[in-house]
């Protein structure tokens, strides 16, 4: 069974760090592209932090997150420094591959952030 599972969300004030852990079960973990993404209230999902062949942040996010991965531990990190309140979001993991032209896309079920004093 192919399984994402997110956690280390949570409440924590500005300025502060959070790391994320994204878990992953039932497949190849070293072969997928994983990014993690964010969405706050209202608004779209948007990409953070992609770690594949190297490492890419989104522009919001550069010289506060890294996205360090595991592939002992099946398991990508995103850590989170100098949080600010409008990093506020629920955060997903996401795992993609392309075999034979076959997408392979699994999602986890999100850890809620909250930055506020």
């Known amino acids: 069974q192919v399984q994402l599972v ?3 969300g949570g409440l924590v004030q500005p300025g502060g760090s959070l790391r994320l852990s994204c878990a992953a079960s039932g497949f ?3 072969n997928y592209l994983i990014t993690w993404y964010r969405q706050a209230p209202g608004k779209e999902r948007e990409w953070v932090a992609i770690n594949g062949a190297g490492t890419t942040y989104a522009e ?3 010289g506060r997150f890294t996205i360090p991965r595991d592939n002992d531990k ?3 990190y995103l850590q989170m420094n100098s ?3 409008e990093d506020t979001a629920v955060y997903y993991c996401n795992a993609f591959r392309v075999v034979s032209g076959r997408q392979y896309d699994y ?3 999100g850890t809620q ?3 506020s004093s």
């Open 74 to 76: 099946n398991t990508v």
């Open 28 to 30: 190849t973990f070293s």
């Open 60 to 62: 919001f996010v550069k």
């Open 113 to 115: 952030v909250t930055v």
């Open 83 to 85: 949080l600010k309140p």
């Open 107 to 109: 999602w986890g079920q």
């Open 6 to 8: 997110e956690s280390g």
